[in-house]
């Protein structure tokens, strides 16, 4: 039994689909006006782990996340490129995709963009208008007037009077109150825009995720995921307009990933902490940035340094050092380890429990090393990657993580001339020479193992 923690109501829950055997969720995805950051590789990464685990279970999942293609900020940043907004988002999803092939994040079942839903986006804000949750301004834009939905707030917790306290509209709206936000926007001259009831302009952010969610996954889904500051205003908002327009509730299921911040200072432009994903891989490998993901609760925040960084690649390293040097046997049943592990999952997805289960299996991994069973090593190894597998990690070849790195000072090549040089030396007992290529391998980040079956290395 999977229970998951529901933002709806505040507790772990019990899932059971809408469809035995079948999961609809729909994440919130990237507005692609620039590159992706820590925080958007946290819901990535978390959302990711959930399908694969998911699957794990038997379950057919339609995964379905979105992609913000039009939206002020990405009109700003082509202007300022001098491109169109086509040439920015089409360049900057082809980033992303990148990233997340790093990161070794699945693709999603379908990638909604919300420019290639305008009929839906329109269709949806003419039912609202049509049942008095939504009214054409004198400028042209279209708003949803929250209170006129009954339910507003009960996912934020949120109370309207509150939000109302103290607001004030803005002079350059025409809406009624405050809390009401926009589902179409009037076009400014020159603007891009599409042709509608109410005249060309294009749709506000809330109202895309409302149509796309919709129209792939029906009026009803089971999960809907996205990162903590989505929650209000724009979840609140989809569930009032969604439930509004269709008459039957949203998502049964609300998940939020946890923050990311930084030397323990919440991640912001302003304080200059912000890093994109690709300048954290520039300095660590793929698949430790993931690990270091994973090793956190789905729902906790992420504290990003240095020292946890470095902290993930020696724990990931151990991981892949039970492994080296054995081929997984096969058709390996399933062991007390597995059970920990699918036990850890099942409660709320609690992937740090999950990788306690894999350090068991190295404790036994090695210690059937040591006691020369190799049989039952090369069956923990096969648990180990098939475990792993579930996460994300422990799938490339033991030696590729460890001499892996195109960028580094020296290819394997020359590191292996390097290696055989100090054999011979310490074959001519110089071992002043020996010490010294060590070293000289050191200062380049390669750690040499030495063991009675040779020299294996790794980069540090």
């Known amino acids: 039994m999977i229970r998951i923690h529901n933002t709806l109501s505040q507790r772990k829950e019990e899932f059971k689909p809408l469809e035995d055997g ?239 911040r930084v030397n323990k200072e919440k991640m912001s432009k302003s304080l200059g902490n912000f890093f994109t994903i690709r300048e954290i891989l520039d300095k660590y490998p793929a698949e430790v940035v993931r690990y270091f993901l994973v090793s956190s609760h789905y729902r906790s925040q992420v504290d990003y340094s240095e020292d946890n960084l470095v902290e993930a690649s020696r724990t990931l390293t151990r991981l892949y050092q039970a492994l080296r040097g054995l081929v997984p046997a096969k058709d390996v049943p399933e062991t007390e380890h597995d059970r920990r592990f699918l036990a850890a999952m099942d409660d709320d997805f609690n992937s740090p429990g999950a990788i306690t289960a894999l350090h068991a299996v190295v404790a036994d991994i090695n210690l059937h090393r040591r006691e020369g069973r190799d049989d039952e090593a090369r069956a923990g190894a096969a648990v180990l990657v098939r475990l792993g597998k579930i996460l994300g990690i422990l799938q490339q070849d033991p030696e590729s993580f460890f001499q892996g790195g195109a960028d580094a000072e020296l290819s394997a090549d020359d590191v292996e001339v390097m290696i055989a040089a100090r054999k011979r030396a310490r074959e001519d007992r110089d071992f002043a020479e020996a010490d010294r290529i060590r070293d000289e391998l050191a200062a380049k980040g390669v750690i040499l193992d030495d063991s009675r079956d040779g020299t294996s290395w790794r980069r540090g």
């Open 22 to 260: 079948k999961v609809r969720m729909y994440v919130c995805g990237m507005t692609v006006y620039d590159y992706c950051h820590l925080g958007h590789a946290r819901v990535l990464v978390a959302f990711d782990v959930i399908t694969r685990y998911l699957r794990h279970r038997g379950y057919h999942v339609n995964y379905v996340r979105n992609i913000t293609d039009i939206d002020d900020k990405i009109l700003r940043r082509a202007d300022e490129n001098g491109e169109t907004f086509t040439a920015l988002t089409d360049r900057m999803i082809d980033a992303m995709h990148e990233d997340e092939r790093k990161l070794s994040i699945l693709p999603p079942t379908e990638e909604p963009r919300a420019t290639a839903f305008i009929d839906e986006i329109i269709a949806m804000i003419h039912v609202l208008i049509s049942k008095d949750y939504a009214y054409e301004a004198d400028n042209g834009d279209v708003y949803f007037a929250v209170n006129a939905f009954e339910g507003y707030g009960k996912l934020s917790k949120k109370k309207l009077e509150d939000l109302l306290a103290g607001a004030r509209v803005d002079v350059a709206e025409a809406k009624r109150s405050p809390a009401d936000f926009a589902l179409w926007k009037a076009a400014k001259p020159g603007e891009v825009s599409w042709p509608s009831p109410w005249g060309d302009g294009r749709p506000g952010w809330h109202i895309e995720c409302s149509a796309m969610s919709t129209c792939c996954l029906g009026n009803t889904f089971d999960i809907h995921g996205g990162g903590p500051d989505l929650m209000f205003p724009h979840h609140e908002n989809e569930i009032a307009q969604s439930e509004a327009a269709t008459g039957q509730p949203f998502a049964r299921v609300w998940m939020h990933a946890g923050a990311v």
